[in-house]
Protein backbone atom coordinates (compact mmCIF):
# COMPACT_ATOMS: atom_id res chain seq x y z
CA UNK A 1 0.00 0.00 0.00
CA UNK A 2 2.69 2.25 1.23
CA UNK A 3 4.43 1.39 -2.69
CA UNK A 4 1.28 2.98 -4.48
CA UNK A 5 0.65 5.87 -2.16
CA UNK A 6 4.25 6.71 -3.20
CA UNK A 7 3.97 5.62 -6.33
CA UNK A 8 0.88 8.16 -7.01
CA UNK A 9 2.33 11.20 -5.23
CA UNK A 10 5.16 10.67 -7.75
CA UNK A 11 3.00 11.02 -10.47
CA UNK A 12 0.88 14.21 -8.76
CA UNK A 13 4.27 15.78 -8.30
CA UNK A 14 4.98 14.88 -11.73
CA UNK A 15 1.72 16.54 -13.34
CA UNK A 16 1.45 19.21 -10.99
CA UNK A 17 3.70 21.33 -12.81
CA UNK A 18 1.74 25.21 -12.57
CA UNK A 19 0.40 25.79 -16.52
CA UNK A 20 3.36 27.92 -17.44
CA UNK A 21 6.35 25.48 -15.76
CA UNK A 22 7.06 23.20 -18.73
CA UNK A 23 7.89 19.73 -17.78
CA UNK A 24 11.22 18.04 -18.90
CA UNK A 25 10.35 15.49 -22.04
CA UNK A 26 9.76 11.62 -21.08
CA UNK A 27 10.96 9.20 -23.62
CA UNK A 28 9.74 5.78 -23.46
CA UNK A 29 10.72 3.43 -26.05
CA UNK A 30 9.73 -0.44 -26.31
CA UNK A 31 13.06 -1.97 -26.11
CA UNK A 32 12.81 -5.62 -27.55
CA UNK A 33 13.82 -8.53 -25.51
CA UNK A 34 17.35 -8.71 -26.33
CA UNK A 35 18.09 -5.17 -27.79
CA UNK A 36 17.23 -3.55 -31.54
CA UNK A 37 18.35 -6.11 -33.77
CA UNK A 38 18.14 -5.48 -37.82
CA UNK A 39 19.72 -6.88 -40.99
CA UNK A 40 22.53 -4.76 -42.85
CA UNK A 41 20.70 -3.10 -45.70
CA UNK A 42 16.89 -2.95 -44.23
CA UNK A 43 15.75 -0.11 -42.80
CA UNK A 44 15.35 0.41 -39.09
CA UNK A 45 12.77 2.51 -37.54
CA UNK A 46 12.50 3.63 -33.84
CA UNK A 47 9.00 5.08 -32.84
CA UNK A 48 9.75 7.11 -29.24
CA UNK A 49 6.69 8.10 -27.54
CA UNK A 50 7.33 11.68 -25.51
CA UNK A 51 5.54 13.21 -23.59
CA UNK A 52 5.74 16.78 -23.09
CA UNK A 53 6.61 17.27 -26.48
CA UNK A 54 5.60 21.03 -26.51
CA UNK A 55 8.63 23.13 -28.09
CA UNK A 56 10.83 20.24 -27.87
CA UNK A 57 13.96 18.74 -30.22
CA UNK A 58 15.34 15.89 -31.54
CA UNK A 59 18.96 14.91 -31.49
CA UNK A 60 20.18 11.02 -32.33
CA UNK A 61 22.94 10.25 -32.23
CA UNK A 62 25.03 7.06 -33.62
CA UNK A 63 27.86 6.24 -31.83
CA UNK A 64 28.30 9.52 -30.88
CA UNK A 65 28.05 11.99 -34.16
CA UNK A 66 24.55 13.34 -35.20
CA UNK A 67 22.45 12.15 -37.80
CA UNK A 68 18.69 12.82 -37.55
CA UNK A 69 16.97 15.83 -35.43
CA UNK A 70 13.85 14.06 -36.20
CA UNK A 71 11.13 12.70 -33.95
CA UNK A 72 11.43 8.67 -35.15
CA UNK A 73 14.57 7.23 -36.26
CA UNK A 74 15.05 6.37 -39.48
CA UNK A 75 18.55 4.52 -40.50
CA UNK A 76 19.74 1.39 -42.74
CA UNK A 77 22.76 0.31 -42.03
CA UNK A 78 25.07 -0.76 -44.63
CA UNK A 79 27.41 -3.61 -42.87
CA UNK A 80 26.93 -6.25 -39.90
CA UNK A 81 28.20 -4.67 -36.28
CA UNK A 82 26.91 -3.17 -32.63
CA UNK A 83 26.04 0.62 -32.70
CA UNK A 84 25.39 2.59 -29.62
CA UNK A 85 22.31 4.72 -30.66
CA UNK A 86 21.38 8.13 -28.20
CA UNK A 87 18.22 9.82 -28.22
CA UNK A 88 18.17 13.95 -26.56
CA UNK A 89 14.98 15.48 -26.31
CA UNK A 90 15.42 18.75 -24.96
CA UNK A 91 12.40 21.31 -24.01
CA UNK A 92 12.17 24.72 -22.01
CA UNK A 93 11.66 22.40 -18.96
CA UNK A 94 14.70 20.40 -18.96
CA UNK A 95 16.71 17.62 -21.48
CA UNK A 96 15.80 14.16 -21.14
CA UNK A 97 18.70 11.49 -22.59
CA UNK A 98 18.04 7.46 -23.75
CA UNK A 99 20.58 5.47 -24.99
CA UNK A 100 20.49 1.78 -26.18
CA UNK A 101 22.31 -0.49 -28.42
CA UNK A 102 21.44 -1.80 -31.70
CA UNK A 103 23.17 -5.11 -33.35
CA UNK A 104 23.09 -5.45 -37.40
CA UNK A 105 23.06 -8.72 -38.53
CA UNK A 106 24.65 -10.21 -41.66
CA UNK A 107 22.65 -10.59 -44.25
CA UNK A 108 23.03 -12.37 -47.75
CA UNK A 109 21.25 -10.78 -50.78
CA UNK A 110 20.50 -10.77 -54.63
CA UNK A 111 22.00 -8.30 -56.83
CA UNK A 112 19.43 -8.11 -59.66
CA UNK A 113 15.92 -6.59 -59.65
CA UNK A 114 13.63 -8.83 -57.24
CA UNK A 115 10.11 -7.36 -57.68
CA UNK A 116 8.46 -5.52 -60.19
CA UNK A 117 5.25 -3.40 -58.86
CA UNK A 118 4.11 -1.59 -62.30
CA UNK A 119 4.52 -2.21 -65.84
CA UNK A 120 3.11 0.81 -68.85
CA UNK A 121 4.81 1.11 -72.07
CA UNK A 122 3.57 4.12 -73.83
CA UNK A 123 3.28 2.62 -78.08
CA UNK A 124 6.17 1.65 -79.66
CA UNK A 125 7.24 -0.85 -82.21
CA UNK A 126 8.47 -3.27 -79.54
CA UNK A 127 4.74 -3.21 -77.52
CA UNK A 128 3.25 -6.28 -77.41
CA UNK A 129 6.54 -8.19 -78.03
CA UNK A 130 8.79 -7.36 -75.65
CA UNK A 131 7.19 -8.56 -73.64
CA UNK A 132 4.51 -10.46 -75.85
CA UNK A 133 1.05 -9.63 -75.05
CA UNK A 134 -2.01 -11.13 -76.31
CA UNK A 135 -5.21 -9.78 -76.40
CA UNK A 136 -6.14 -11.80 -72.75
CA UNK A 137 -3.69 -9.69 -71.14
CA UNK A 138 -4.29 -7.30 -68.38
CA UNK A 139 -2.01 -4.89 -66.40
CA UNK A 140 -1.12 -7.65 -64.02
CA UNK A 141 -0.56 -10.03 -66.39
CA UNK A 142 1.80 -8.01 -67.81
CA UNK A 143 3.31 -6.56 -64.90
CA UNK A 144 4.19 -10.12 -63.74
CA UNK A 145 5.65 -11.22 -67.43
CA UNK A 146 7.38 -7.55 -67.14
CA UNK A 147 8.73 -9.14 -63.40
CA UNK A 148 9.33 -12.52 -65.22
CA UNK A 149 11.77 -11.26 -67.68
CA UNK A 150 13.58 -8.26 -65.30
CA UNK A 151 14.58 -10.87 -62.27
CA UNK A 152 16.13 -12.87 -65.10
CA UNK A 153 17.78 -9.91 -66.40
CA UNK A 154 16.24 -10.01 -69.47
CA UNK A 155 14.71 -7.27 -71.77
CA UNK A 156 11.88 -5.45 -71.58
CA UNK A 157 11.30 -2.58 -73.48
CA UNK A 158 9.01 0.63 -72.21
CA UNK A 159 7.98 2.19 -75.40
CA UNK A 160 7.40 5.86 -76.67
CA UNK A 161 7.27 9.07 -73.97
CA UNK A 162 6.55 8.34 -70.91
CA UNK A 163 6.15 4.63 -71.17
CA UNK A 164 7.72 3.08 -67.72
CA UNK A 165 8.42 0.38 -64.83
CA UNK A 166 8.58 0.45 -61.82
CA UNK A 167 10.92 -2.13 -59.74
CA UNK A 168 12.15 -3.08 -56.63
CA UNK A 169 14.78 -5.79 -54.13
CA UNK A 170 15.52 -7.60 -51.58
CA UNK A 171 17.32 -4.80 -49.72
CA UNK A 172 17.61 -1.10 -49.57
CA UNK A 173 20.22 -0.37 -52.33
CA UNK A 174 22.43 2.47 -50.14
CA UNK A 175 23.89 5.98 -50.37
CA UNK A 176 27.67 5.59 -50.35
CA UNK A 177 29.93 7.90 -51.29
CA UNK A 178 30.33 7.97 -55.05
CA UNK A 179 28.13 5.90 -57.67
CA UNK A 180 26.05 3.07 -56.35
CA UNK A 181 23.86 1.58 -59.17
CA UNK A 182 23.26 1.34 -62.86
CA UNK A 183 20.05 0.18 -64.48
CA UNK A 184 21.10 -2.05 -67.27
CA UNK A 185 19.86 -1.63 -70.78
CA UNK A 186 20.91 -2.54 -74.46
CA UNK A 187 23.02 1.13 -75.07
CA UNK A 188 26.13 1.38 -77.59
CA UNK A 189 27.98 4.01 -78.69
CA UNK A 190 25.99 6.29 -80.73
CA UNK A 191 22.67 4.29 -79.66
CA UNK A 192 21.52 5.97 -76.69
CA UNK A 193 17.57 5.57 -75.83
CA UNK A 194 17.76 7.31 -72.39
CA UNK A 195 15.39 6.58 -69.50
CA UNK A 196 14.99 8.92 -66.72
CA UNK A 197 15.44 7.45 -63.26
CA UNK A 198 13.40 8.28 -60.65
CA UNK A 199 14.19 6.77 -56.85
CA UNK A 200 11.85 6.03 -53.92
CA UNK A 201 12.15 4.26 -50.28
CA UNK A 202 9.48 3.13 -48.71
CA UNK A 203 8.93 5.74 -45.79
CA UNK A 204 5.78 4.49 -44.77
CA UNK A 205 7.23 1.16 -44.23
CA UNK A 206 4.46 -0.86 -46.25
CA UNK A 207 6.76 -2.46 -48.90
CA UNK A 208 4.81 -0.99 -51.16
CA UNK A 209 6.49 2.03 -54.15
CA UNK A 210 3.60 4.45 -52.52
CA UNK A 211 5.84 7.19 -51.45
CA UNK A 212 7.50 10.27 -52.81
CA UNK A 213 9.62 10.03 -56.13
CA UNK A 214 12.53 11.74 -56.32
CA UNK A 215 14.12 12.65 -59.88
CA UNK A 216 17.74 11.83 -60.91
CA UNK A 217 18.88 14.91 -62.11
CA UNK A 218 21.29 14.13 -65.13
CA UNK A 219 23.11 16.29 -66.99
CA UNK A 220 20.01 17.42 -69.29
CA UNK A 221 17.94 18.54 -65.87
CA UNK A 222 18.44 22.02 -66.20
CA UNK A 223 18.81 22.62 -70.02
CA UNK A 224 16.95 25.30 -71.67
CA UNK A 225 15.47 22.64 -73.79
CA UNK A 226 14.03 20.17 -71.20
CA UNK A 227 10.61 20.80 -70.52
CA UNK A 228 9.70 19.99 -66.90
CA UNK A 229 5.86 18.31 -66.00
CA UNK A 230 5.63 17.38 -69.77
CA UNK A 231 2.19 15.35 -70.51
CA UNK A 232 1.38 13.46 -73.52
CA UNK A 233 -2.12 11.65 -74.54
CA UNK A 234 -1.44 8.58 -77.05
CA UNK A 235 -4.68 7.82 -78.75
CA UNK A 236 -5.48 3.77 -79.45
CA UNK A 237 -5.67 3.48 -83.41
CA UNK A 238 -9.22 2.22 -84.60
CA UNK A 239 -8.21 -0.57 -87.07
CA UNK A 240 -4.26 -1.03 -88.02
CA UNK A 241 -3.46 0.69 -91.05
CA UNK A 242 -3.54 -1.02 -94.42
CA UNK A 243 0.06 0.71 -95.42
CA UNK A 244 2.73 -1.07 -93.38
CA UNK A 245 4.56 2.74 -93.29
CA UNK A 246 1.95 4.41 -92.60
CA UNK A 247 3.04 7.70 -91.34
CA UNK A 248 -0.31 8.69 -89.46
CA UNK A 249 -0.46 5.47 -87.17
CA UNK A 250 -0.99 6.75 -83.36
CA UNK A 251 -1.96 10.31 -82.81
CA UNK A 252 -0.80 12.01 -79.83
CA UNK A 253 -1.46 15.45 -78.00
CA UNK A 254 0.82 16.87 -75.76
CA UNK A 255 0.82 19.82 -72.78
CA UNK A 256 2.70 22.39 -74.98
CA UNK A 257 0.10 22.30 -77.82
CA UNK A 258 1.73 20.03 -80.25
CA UNK A 259 0.01 17.10 -81.96
CA UNK A 260 1.37 14.42 -84.00
CA UNK A 261 1.31 10.56 -85.15
CA UNK A 262 3.53 8.06 -84.52
CA UNK A 263 4.49 6.01 -87.37
CA UNK A 264 4.52 1.93 -88.26
CA UNK A 265 7.24 0.67 -89.78
CA UNK A 266 7.45 -2.48 -92.21
CA UNK A 267 9.58 -3.94 -89.79
CA UNK A 268 7.29 -4.51 -86.79
CA UNK A 269 3.93 -5.77 -87.89
CA UNK A 270 2.34 -6.15 -84.36
CA UNK A 271 0.05 -2.80 -82.99
CA UNK A 272 2.08 -0.94 -81.27
CA UNK A 273 -0.24 0.14 -78.74
CA UNK A 274 -0.21 -1.57 -75.34
CA UNK A 275 -3.20 -4.27 -76.32
CA UNK A 276 -4.20 -4.10 -72.32
CA UNK A 277 -4.98 -0.65 -72.19
CA UNK A 278 -7.81 1.61 -73.16
CA UNK A 279 -8.75 4.16 -75.73
CA UNK A 280 -6.56 7.04 -74.16
CA UNK A 281 -2.96 6.43 -72.26
CA UNK A 282 -1.62 9.77 -70.40
CA UNK A 283 1.72 9.83 -69.46
CA UNK A 284 3.80 12.31 -67.37
CA UNK A 285 7.13 13.45 -67.09
CA UNK A 286 10.38 15.42 -67.60
CA UNK A 287 11.20 15.60 -71.55
CA UNK A 288 14.31 15.61 -73.04
CA UNK A 289 15.55 16.66 -76.43
CA UNK A 290 16.45 13.59 -78.49
CA UNK A 291 20.49 13.74 -79.93
CA UNK A 292 18.91 11.79 -82.86
CA UNK A 293 20.72 13.36 -85.79
CA UNK A 294 21.31 12.29 -89.12
CA UNK A 295 25.09 11.62 -90.60
CA UNK A 296 25.70 9.29 -93.17
CA UNK A 297 24.25 6.98 -90.75
CA UNK A 298 21.22 7.60 -88.13
CA UNK A 299 22.49 8.24 -84.56
CA UNK A 300 21.51 9.24 -80.78
CA UNK A 301 24.54 10.03 -79.22
CA UNK A 302 23.90 10.13 -75.29
CA UNK A 303 23.55 12.49 -72.77
CA UNK A 304 26.78 12.88 -70.84
CA UNK A 305 25.61 11.10 -67.24
CA UNK A 306 22.68 10.49 -65.22
CA UNK A 307 19.78 7.90 -67.11
CA UNK A 308 19.18 4.69 -68.23
CA UNK A 309 20.13 3.34 -71.72
CA UNK A 310 21.64 5.84 -72.51
CA UNK A 311 25.51 4.38 -71.98
CA UNK A 312 26.53 0.85 -72.10
CA UNK A 313 26.64 -1.43 -69.09
CA UNK A 314 30.07 -1.65 -68.45
CA UNK A 315 30.88 2.22 -69.03
CA UNK A 316 31.79 3.86 -65.72
CA UNK A 317 29.20 6.53 -67.55
CA UNK A 318 26.11 4.53 -66.90
CA UNK A 319 26.71 4.62 -63.51
CA UNK A 320 24.38 6.30 -60.81
CA UNK A 321 24.82 8.53 -57.88
CA UNK A 322 21.71 8.41 -55.44
CA UNK A 323 23.14 12.02 -54.05
CA UNK A 324 21.92 13.35 -57.80
CA UNK A 325 18.22 12.61 -56.59
CA UNK A 326 16.07 16.17 -56.01
CA UNK A 327 12.45 16.47 -55.10
CA UNK A 328 9.65 17.75 -57.79
CA UNK A 329 10.76 21.45 -56.62
CA UNK A 330 14.29 20.45 -58.13
CA UNK A 331 15.81 20.36 -54.38
CA UNK A 332 18.48 18.19 -53.78
CA UNK A 333 17.79 15.69 -51.22
CA UNK A 334 20.01 13.39 -49.48
CA UNK A 335 18.44 9.81 -49.31
CA UNK A 336 20.08 7.10 -47.18
CA UNK A 337 19.21 4.62 -49.24
CA UNK A 338 16.30 3.48 -52.23
CA UNK A 339 14.02 1.00 -52.15
CA UNK A 340 11.88 1.53 -55.39
CA UNK A 341 13.38 2.61 -59.10
CA UNK A 342 11.20 3.85 -61.83
CA UNK A 343 12.29 3.85 -65.31
CA UNK A 344 10.60 5.71 -68.12
CA UNK A 345 11.11 6.95 -71.31
CA UNK A 346 12.47 10.55 -71.76
CA UNK A 347 12.58 10.97 -75.46
CA UNK A 348 10.05 11.02 -78.58
CA UNK A 349 12.16 10.75 -81.65
CA UNK A 350 12.02 7.90 -84.65
CA UNK A 351 12.83 8.13 -88.05
CA UNK A 352 12.25 5.64 -91.54
CA UNK A 353 15.21 4.13 -90.89
CA UNK A 354 16.15 2.81 -87.65
CA UNK A 355 12.66 3.99 -86.35
CA UNK A 356 11.83 5.30 -82.64
CA UNK A 357 13.36 6.09 -79.84
CA UNK A 358 12.57 3.84 -76.51
CA UNK A 359 14.32 3.20 -73.55
CA UNK A 360 15.20 -0.66 -73.12
CA UNK A 361 16.12 -1.92 -69.44
CA UNK A 362 17.19 -4.99 -68.83
CA UNK A 363 18.13 -5.33 -65.04
CA UNK A 364 19.71 -3.51 -62.31
CA UNK A 365 23.43 -3.87 -60.69
CA UNK A 366 23.75 -2.35 -56.77
CA UNK A 367 27.35 -1.15 -57.34
CA UNK A 368 27.86 -1.55 -53.37
CA UNK A 369 26.82 -5.46 -52.91
CA1 LIG B 1 26.28 7.73 -53.55
CA1 LIG C 1 5.69 2.38 -49.24
CA1 LIG D 1 14.54 0.86 -78.07
CA1 LIG E 1 18.02 0.71 -76.16
Redesign the pocket.
Known amino acids: MKKIIFALSLILSLTACSEDEIAAPEISITEPTGGFAIDKMKWLRIQPEVKNSQDITYSWLLDGTEVAMSSNFEYVFAAAGTHTIQLTAKNAGGITTKTFMVTVNEQTYINKITKVFEYLPAPGQFINVLPIATTDDTAETMRVKAEEKLTANSMI?LGGFGGYVIFGFDHTVINKEGNDFIVL???FAN???PGIIMVSNDANGNGLADDEWYEIAGSEYNKDTTIKNYEITYYKPATEPANASEPNYIKWVDNQGQTGYLSKNAYHKQTYYPSWKGETLTLKGTFLKSTMAKTSYWITPAYEFGYA?NWSNTDAKSQIDISWAVDKDGKAVQLKGIDFVKVYNSNRAENSSTGE????VAGFKDLNI
Open positions: TGNANAEDQSTE
